[in-house]
């Protein structure tokens, strides 16, 4: 069965997207089978894998509403990006509305893949910049979460929010969901204050945080506009290298589920920062054992 990562933050432009594209496009290259699911009404992650938004027939919005299966809503990325997409566009953002009425509208996403997990090492989930019912959606349906953030002032503080949602969505609706890891992107190690961020991050969250840095590197942010994951458009860019490093340290991390020899079910949950902990560090309130009641720091 495939692992099934969310690639999450809810503040806005931290490089989700970008992470998540060149993730794919990292874990293809390196021989695994994934699946990219675009959450976000945006579409960029669609646009980013060659595919015109506009013109997909099928997208995650059918599939969450169930008038399509994941089968026949997936399409290829363009060749030789070597994986397979869930489309998003705007209309995605009316699903959030007509979910709202349904049953089991968290849980969508998640009884949708079930039908295919096998046939994936990885599946990667690109959520919009909230913490909306689609991104509870690709929450649910996860084992774990990848949060990519700048190494900046105020990143840890929006980290609280993003961790108390966590630790809500695995008390109430996913008991599978951990942090798999905090990831540093958009790097520049010039900067002195990214430095201390990235030296703080660490001293929080240990060897949660991935080893692999994701440089600042202009080819990552002009391969979009071609219609590739920086990967693919140019293999040679420092930021590319660090996408396929990066790939191969998730993989050694956690290999596919489908390599272990315990069925799913019995699969020990990938190792957890524990949300209270995490809350801690960030400077949250929850205390061990307090329950909480909203998401607000
Ligand atoms: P949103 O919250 O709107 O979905 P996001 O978190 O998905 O945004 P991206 O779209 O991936 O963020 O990145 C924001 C901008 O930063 C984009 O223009 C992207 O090309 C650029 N960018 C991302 N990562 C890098 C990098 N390592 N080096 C240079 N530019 C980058
Ligand atoms: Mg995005």
Do not use: W
């Not at 609706?173 to 951990?178: G, W």
């Not at 996408?243 to 949950?269: D, N, Q, R, T």
């Amino acid at each position: 069965m495939a692992r099934i990562f969310c690639i999450a933050n809810q503040k806005g432009g931290v490089g989700k997207t970008t992470t998540t594209v060149n993730l794919a496009a990292g874990l293809a290259k390196v021989g695994q089978r994934v699946l990219m699911i675009d959450l976000d009404p945006q579409g960029n992650a669609t646009m980013g894998s060659g595919i015109d938004k506009r013109e997909a027939e099928y997208t995650v919005y059918d599939v969450l509403l169930e008038s399509a299966s994941v089968a026949e809503a997936r399409v290829r990325a363009a060749e030789p990006c070597g994986y397979d997409v869930l489309a998003a566009n705007r209309e995605l953002a009316g699903a959030e509305v007509e979910m709202v009425a349904l049953d089991r509208r968290e849980k969508r996403l998640r009884t949708a893949l079930a039908a295919v997990g096998a046939e994936y090492d990885f599946i990667l989930i690109d959520c919009p910049p909230s913490l909306s019912l689609l991104t509870l959606n690709g929450l649910c349906a996860a084992h774990g979460v990848i949060v990519p953030m700048q190494c900046e002032y105020f990143a840890l503080e929006g980290l609280t929010d993003l961790v108390n949602t966590i630790k809500q969505v695995h008390a109430n609706l996913n008991r599978n969901l951990s942090i798999i890891g905090l990831l540093r992107v958009m790097f520049d190690p010039r900067i002195t204050l990214q430095q201390q961020v990235s030296e703080q991050l660490k001293g929080h969250f240990g060897d949660k945080v991935f080893d692999t840095v994701i440089p600042r590197n202009v080819r990552l942010a002009e391969a979009p506009s071609y219609g590739l994951p920086g990967v693919v458009f140019d293999g040679g860019a420092r930021g590319s290298q660090a996408y396929v490093a990066f790939a191969e340290e998730l993989v050694k991390k956690m290999p596919p589920a489908s390599a272990a020899a315990a069925p799913a079910a019995a699969e020990p949950a990938p190792p957890v920062v524990t949300p209270v902990a995490a809350a801690q560090a960030v400077g949250g309130e929850t205390g061990p054992g307090t329950p909480h009641a909203g998401t607000d720091a």
